[in-house]
């Protein structure tokens, strides 16, 4: 069963008058419960698609199909509310906010939400010790290594327990060693948890941890054969 899925999704920008298409056309459906890889090289629209089927952002053709319901024909109230309680977001560089501890980047989902975080004090100290930084709660971004700043950010999107985590690139700014932890981390969470990962990389190596891997070039999609 497709719980998300792409019809004929088209996106430009125009730069000094002039349209740039970057997706051409895109079909695509992500099965609940799976990882889905789509890789290229950079620039080849991967991130735009991402955010796109995230509810980031919107296509300048097609639809998007979000478990029965189109996106277009959403109220902006109903898609913060499925992006806050269904997606969690996973991104290359982080996007931690530097005056804020580790905790308190992690708990900021509930902040937003306005839940009572004493609420979720185990549930947030049991995500800090699986992904291994919770001797390191208390120090600033600055002070964490990449590769503890990403668990963070995994941490982050964790604790509002999603059913889908959306990646970009989250091995692209990690060492060898970091990387493998991170992809560790988020096979667990397909396989114990049954989380959905879309996970958008340049890595062709990654397919091989994937259910469905696609490859995106120039604005156009193909899936891949295992």
């Known amino acids: 069963m497709s719980e998300i899925e792409a019809l004929n999704i088209k996106k430009s920008f125009y730069i000094d008058g002039k349209e740039i298409e970057v997706l051409k056309g895109i079909n695509l459906k992500i099965p609940k419960g799976k990882i889905t890889l789509i890789w290229g090289p950079s620039g080849?629209?991967?991130t735009t698609l991402l955010h796109i089927l995230g509810t980031l952002d919107t296509p300048t053709q097609g639809k998007v199909?979000?478990?029965g319901k189109d996106l277009s024909e959403l109220k902006e109230s109903e898609i913060l509310k499925l992006r806050r309680e269904k997606i969690g977001f996973v991104f290359q560089f982080f996007n931690l906010l530097q005056d804020l501890t580790c905790y308190e980047n992690v708990i900021l989902p509930l902040?937003?939400?306005r839940l009572k975080i004493k609420e979720f004090?185990?549930?947030?100290?049991r995500i800090l010790r699986e992904l291994d930084i919770y001797k390191r709660k208390?120090?600033?971004p600055s002070q964490l290594s990449g590769g503890e700043q990403q668990r963070v950010c995994i941490a982050r999107s964790l604790v509002s327990d999603p059913e889908y985590i959306f990646c970009d690139?989250?091995?692209g700014s990690l060492d060898s060693i970091n990387s493998k932890k991170i992809i560790e981390i988020l096979l667990n969470l397909n396989k114990r948890y049954k989380k959905t990962i879309i996970l958008v990389t340049?890595?062709?190596e990654l397919t091989e941890i994937a259910d469905n891997s696609y490859y995106l070039y120039d604005g156009i999609l193909r899936k891949e054969e295992k």
């Open 65 to 67: 199909i979000w478990e």
């Open 121 to 125: 004090q185990g549930k947030i100290e």
């Open 111 to 113: 902040l937003i939400k």
């Open 138 to 140: 208390d120090h600033f």
């Open 44 to 46: 080849a629209g991967k």
């Open 169 to 171: 690139e989250p091995t």
């Open 202 to 204: 340049h890595q062709r």
